[in-house]
């Protein structure tokens, strides 16, 4: 059954602390995106790689987030320094871009999220 | 910047009434199009996806794209307590990401 995987699905930290996220796209899947979802701003894209090279990070606060792949099967969301308006749940999602003309990813597959809270 | 817009809802219908979900889209060059359902506590599931101009359909649900509009649409039929969810509408264009709009909140009433 393939899916996305990510972890911890839950963390709970202090203001100032590291934070890591990782996921496990799915296999044969040559891009990733993740996204961050709150009650107030929806889904917000913050990076996307394909083929391990990262797309777009407009969306992250390069200041204290940082997005990587280190291998086909990894990619991480780091979070350095921790702050609370960073609460939310970060979702990573996989797809296939097509080859050719038609180069757009078709369907996204989510990972369950995780849930970060900063105290 | 590319926008995706949804009515936040809630939209509350009676089971077996339609539900009916719209979306708008802000890029002209936008191809792909995607409704997703969110259950609360869960992540998006891709329910439907359309690429022309016209409708689509699959079992309860019809998705129809109007570009010229810059319109998508998804129709639910006999709704039932069980699609109470948000519905995300999604557009994404050649080689770009996909932007999501805010989700529309469904409430199917027993």
């Known amino acids: 059954d393939a899916r996305v995987t990510q972890t911890p699905r839950d963390k709970v930290t202090e203001m100032g602390q590291e934070v890591t996220m990782r996921c496990q796209p799915i296999?044969?899947?040559?891009?990733v995106f993740w996204y961050r979802q709150t009650m107030m701003q929806g889904l917000e894209l913050l990076a996307y790689?394909?083929?391990?090279?990262?797309?777009?990070d407009s969306g992250m606060p390069k200041d204290r987030f940082s997005a990587e792949m280190p291998d086909a099967t990894l990619a991480t969301l780091k979070i350095q320094p921790s702050e609370p308006r960073d609460s939310a749940v970060y979702f990573c999602?996989?797809?296939?871009?097509?080859?050719?003309?038609?180069?757009?990813?078709?369907?996204?597959?989510f990972g369950e999220g995780s849930r970060l809270t900063v105290l | 910047q590319k926008e995706v817009e949804q009515n936040s809802g809630p939209l509350s219908v009676p089971e077996g009434a339609i539900a009916s979900l719209n979306c708008t889209y802000s890029?002209?060059?936008?191809?792909?199009f995607f409704w997703y359902r969110q259950y609360s506590g869960k992540s998006p599931e891709l329910i439907m996806s359309?690429?022309?101009?016209g409708d689509k359909e699959d079992g309860r649900f019809t998705a129809q794209l109007n570009k010229a509009s810059q319109y998508v649409s998804l129709l639910i039929r006999d709704s039932q307590p069980s699609d109470s969810a948000t519905y995300l509408c999604?557009?994404?264009?050649?080689?770009?990401?996909?932007?999501f709009g805010p989700g529309t909140r469904l409430s199917v009433l027993p």
């Open positions: 890029d002209r060059g936008s191809q792909s």
């Open positions: 359309i690429y022309s101009n």
């Open positions: 790689f394909r083929n391990r090279a990262p797309l777009d």
């Open positions: 999604a557009v994404n264009d050649y080689g770009q990401n996909f932007v």
């Open positions: 296999l044969g899947h040559n891009t």
């Open positions: 999602a996989s797809g296939l871009a097509g080859q050719g003309m038609h180069r757009s990813v078709g369907e996204l597959f």
